[in-house]
């Protein structure tokens, strides 16, 4: 049925070299799972992301430069976390509203 080698020590040959390979497979196995493992482990501990956020300016000091909904998709990586209140209030002070998540249209205030 199969090709095989009639001699026994490329019999052994063979099966060495397969006993190996799978030893490599159960390895790579265990180690996808693991991954998967810490991966849902990491989606289930991960905070939930906040209401609203607000970009802040290049350099110390430099005034914040627009409102963004928590789950907006283009917040730059300068940001914080801000209340409700903090977010009408940046608005009312003139910060602009990203024209992406429109955070002025989610709290009402157009």
């Known amino acids: 049925m199969y090709d095989l080698p009639s001699d026994l020590p490329r019999l052994r040959t063979l099966r060495t070299w397969h006993a190996m390979w799978v030893d490599r497979i159960d390895q790579a196995i265990t180690t996808a799972e693991r991954q998967k493992r810490e991966q849902q482990q990491g989606e289930e501990r991960r905070p939930p992301p906040p209401d609203w956020t607000l970009e802040l ?54």
Not at 59 to 71: F, K, L, M, N, S
Not at 74 to 95: D, K, M, N, Y
Not at 99 to 104: A, K, L, M, N, Q
Request: aromatic residues 2%; hydrophobic residues 35%.
């Open 57 to 110: 300016g290049i350099g110390v000091g430099a005034p914040p430069t627009e409102v963004h909904t928590g789950d907006c998709y283009a917040t730059g990586r300068r940001r914080r976390p801000i209340t409700r209140e903090q977010a009408v209030a940046a608005l009312t002070e003139g910060i602009r509203a990203c024209i992406h998540c429109r955070p002025d249209t989610a709290l009402g205030m157009l």
